[in-house]
C-alpha cells in the first residue's frame, strides 16, 4: 500500500503515531542524511539520573552503593545532540477545520522527529504543557524512549488554557546542559512575552526552532454565512460574527501577528517555519535536518 505521504489528514487515519513516524522517517529521510554530530569517542561526561527506559548497563553500581540511588553514565558518543520537544497541548491545540486538529498535526511530527533522532543515535525527551508542564520525560537515546514518547503523546489530550510564556520561564532552569529546543505549538500568546520565555534558552546558548502550527481556516478565514466562534480554552466564551464585515480586519491582524513573529525569531537567531496542518510532514524535518547542517 502507497502511504499518502502528502497528506497528514489521510495519514492519521492509517495507524498508530510509532507506525506512521517509522514510515515518514523510513520513506523520506534515512539514507539522506548524516548527522555532523556523529564521533568515535567514548570518553565519559558525567552521572545523571536513571529513568524508566534506560539501559541497566550503563548503571553506576558504586554511585548506588555510595547514595543508594540509581545513577546512568554517560559517555560522549551518546549525548551528541540533545533534544528536548515542547509540545503544546493547550484547548486552542484543538482545532480543527477540515484537516486534522492542530495539536494531532503536533504531535504526529514530534513523533517523527522522535524517530528521527534516535536513528541517529541522538537524545530526545518531551515535555507537553498547557497553563503548566504536563509530561516530561527527560532527553535518553535508548530505544524505549521512542515508545514512551509516542505513548505521552497519544494518551495527552488538549485542554486548559495556553501558558507558554509561563511554561518557558519553568523549563529554561530545568534544562542543565546545552541542546537542542524545539517548540511545537500555535504560539497564540503575546509576543513580547512570548520571546521573553524564549530568549533565555538563547542566552544559555541552546539552538531553539520554532515551529508554527496553524490551520488552513486560521490561514484563510473561508466564512461567509453568520457563524458561531467558541473559545476552546474557555467553554463559556461564545461569540456571533458576520463573517464579510469582520474578515479583513482578522486577517490583517493575524498576518501580522505571524509576521512579527518571525520576524522577531530571526533577530533573536532562533529557528522559524510556519506549518498549516495541510503541510506534509516531510517539509518540516527537511527544515530540521537543514537546520542541523
Known amino acids: 500500500m502507497t502511504l499518502p505521504f502528502h497528506d497528514p ?23 539522506q542524511h548524516q548527522s555532523p ?28 552503593a555510595k547514595t543508594g540511588k540509581y545513577y546512568v553514565k554517560e559517555y560522549e558518543e551518546e549525548t551528541n ?61 535508548q ?3 521512542f515508545q514512551h514518547i509516542t505513548r505521552m503523546l497519544a494518551a495527552r489530550k488538549p485542554g486548559a488554557e495556553t501558558g507558554l510564556a509561563r511554561v518557558l520561564e519553568q523549563i529554561h532552569p530545568t ?3 546545552r541542546g537542542l529546543i524545539v517548540l511545537l505549538s500555535d504560539c497564540f500568546d503575546h509576543l513580547d512575552s512570548l520571546m521573553q520565555g524564549l530568549q533565555p534558552f538563547r542566552g544559555a546558548r541552546h539552538e531553539v526552532l520554532v515551529f508554527h502550527i496553524t490551520a488552513p481556516e486560521e490561514d484563510e478565514f473561508p466564512y461567509s454565512r453568520p457563524t458561531q466562534f467558541r473559545n476552546l480554552e474557555r467553554a463559556d466564551q461564545r461569540l456571533l460574527i458576520d463573517p464579510h464585515r469582520f474578515r479583513q480586519r ?28 495541510a503541510t506534509p510532514y516531510h517539509v518540516a524535518l527537511g527544515a530540521y535536518l537543514a537546520s542541523r547542517k
Open 9 to 31: 489528514t489521510a495519514l492519521a487515519g492509517l495507524g498508530g503515531l510509532d507506525l506512521i513516524a517509522k514510515q515518514l522517517v523510513e520513506g523520506y529521510l534515512i539514507g
Open 175 to 177: 534544562v542543565k546542559r
Open 250 to 277: 482578522y486577517l490583517d491582524r493575524y498576518r501580522q501577528f505571524c509576521a512579527d513573529l518571525e520576524t522577531r525569531c530571526g533577530a533573536a537567531g532562533i529557528g522559524y517555519l510556519k506549518l498549516s496542518t
Open 81 to 141: 545532540l540533545r533534544c528536548q520537544l515542547l509540545v503544546d497541548c493547550s484547548g486552542s491545540m484543538a482545532f480543527r477545520g477540515r484537516t486534522l486538529s492542530k495539536y494531532d498535526y503536533a504531535r504526529q511530527l514530534a513523533a517523527a522527529l522522535t524517530y528521527l533522532l534516535l536513528a541517529q543515535r541522538d537524545a530526545c525527551g518531551l515535555i507537553t504543557f498547557h497553563t503548566e508542564i504536563a509530561d516530561r520525560l527527560e532527553p535518553a537515546t
Open 143 to 145: 530505544p524505549l524512549t
Open 37 to 64: 554530530f556523529k564521533g568515535s569517542s567514548v570518553e565519559f561526561v558525567e552521572h545523571r539520573p536513571y529513568y524508566p527506559g534506560d539501559e541497566i548497563r550503563h548503571i553506576d553500581w558504586r554511585a548506588y
